[in-house]
C-alpha cells in the first residue's frame, strides 16, 4: 500500500496500512463488545473490503483512515481519521471523523490523542472548514472522546441513519467541529 501522510503524536503514530494490519484489523471488527453500537460484527472479507475503501479515500482525498500505532510497542491499536460521509444523511456533504481501537487499547486516551492529530490536521493541512461526528447516543465512549477534542453537539443535527435497520442503534447524535476551534499549529506548517 501507498506511503503517505502520516501523523505523529506524543505515544502513537497514525499512518497508512499495511498487509500485517489485516488480521488484528479483522479481529477487531469481529470483537462483539468493539462492535457493540454498529449492526454487526464484519467477517474477514467484510474487513479487508474497509481497508481497501480507507486507501481509495486516501487516494482520493489525501486524508483518510489511519491506522493507529503504538509507538512504545509498534502494537496495531486500531484506526482513526478523516473520512468523506457517503452515507444519505442530513449534516452531508461532510468530513467525518472517526475511530475504532482494539479493547485492549481502550482508556489509554489513544482515541483522544488520535483524533485531536486527525482534527488538526484536517484543518491546517487539509483546509476543511468542519468537521463532523456521530454515534449511536448510547456509545459514552466515542461521545466522550468528541467533547474531549472540542467539538460540540449539534441538538437540531441528531438522525436516523439510514443504512442502520429499525432498533437501538439507529438513532445517532451528531457533534461538529470548525476550524475557528482549532487553530494553525506550528508543528503543522
Keep these: 500500500m501507498a506511503p503517505g501522510p502520516e501523523l505523529r503524536t506524543q505515544r502513537l503514530l497514525l499512518r497508512r496500512w499495511r498487509d500485517e494490519d489485516l488480521e488484528p484489523f479483522a479481529a477487531l471488527n469481529s470483537d462483539p463488545e468493539v462492535m457493540r453500537f454498529f449492526p454487526k460484527m464484519l467477517s474477514r472479507e467484510e474487513s ?91 456509545n459514552t465512549r466515542s461521545l466522550a472522546v468528541m467533547q474531549r477534542i472540542g467539538m460540540r453537539r449539534d441538538l437540531s443535527g441528531d438522525f436516523d441513519h439510514p443504512r442502520v435497520p429499525e432498533g437501538p442503534l439507529r438513532r445517532h447524535v451528531l457533534y461538529r467541529g470548525s476550524r475557528e476551534a482549532y487553530p494553525v499549529s506550528d508543528s503543522n506548517r
Design 48 to 138: 479487508d473490503s474497509m481497508v481497501m475503501n480507507f486507501e481509495y479515500g486516501f487516494a482520493q482525498n489525501g486524508f483518510g483512515l489511519w491506522v493507529v500505532e503504538v509507538t512504545s510497542d509498534h502494537s496495531f491499536a486500531g484506526f482513526v481519521g478523516l473520512n468523506v460521509v457517503r452515507a444519505p444523511i442530513p449534516c452531508a456533504p461532510a468530513v467525518e471523523a472517526g475511530w475504532r481501537l482494539a479493547r485492549s487499547h481502550w482508556g489509554l486516551g489513544y482515541a483522544t490523542e488520535a483524533a485531536g492529530a486527525a482534527l488538526r490536521f484536517g484543518f491546517d493541512v487539509a483546509g476543511l472548514e468542519e468537521i463532523v461526528a456521530f454515534a449511536v447516543e448510547a
